[in-house]
């Protein structure tokens, strides 16, 4: 079995104003993302190609958004809420350059 690209657990994973988990996982490997709730159970996943990742301009740094199959999801990628002035960890940056680098070295082959 191969090493995901990338991996984050006590993610916060919400659509719209609703909390999905609080405690998720995203993972990307082989090609594909994997949103998961704490248990395991798959809520989306999809190719990296059919994924939109982004950071809104308005969030602190642990925030990003991903569109999955149209579905777009609020990521929250930190294990506790920043103290306020503060940044958060740059979880959401890594997220989003993983998504990016994954999907750039599929559209290259």
Do not use: C
């Amino acid at each position: 079995m191969t090493e995901p690209d990338f991996t984050a657990t006590g993610v916060r994973i919400g659509r719209r104003l609703r909390s999905l988990t609080r405690a998720g996982q995203v993972r990307i490997s082989g090609g594909r993302l994997q949103l998961l709730t704490s248990y395991g159970r798959e809520i989306d996943s999809a190719p990296l190609d059919a994924v939109r990742a982004n950071k809104p301009w308005f969030a602190h740094d642990d925030k990003a958004q991903a569109t999955v199959n149209g579905t777009r999801y609020s990521l929250t990628l930190s294990e506790h809420d920043p103290a306020p002035g503060e940044s958060g960890p740059p979880a959401a940056r890594r997220f989003i350059e993983a998504v990016r680098r994954a999907s750039s070295t599929l559209t290259r082959r």
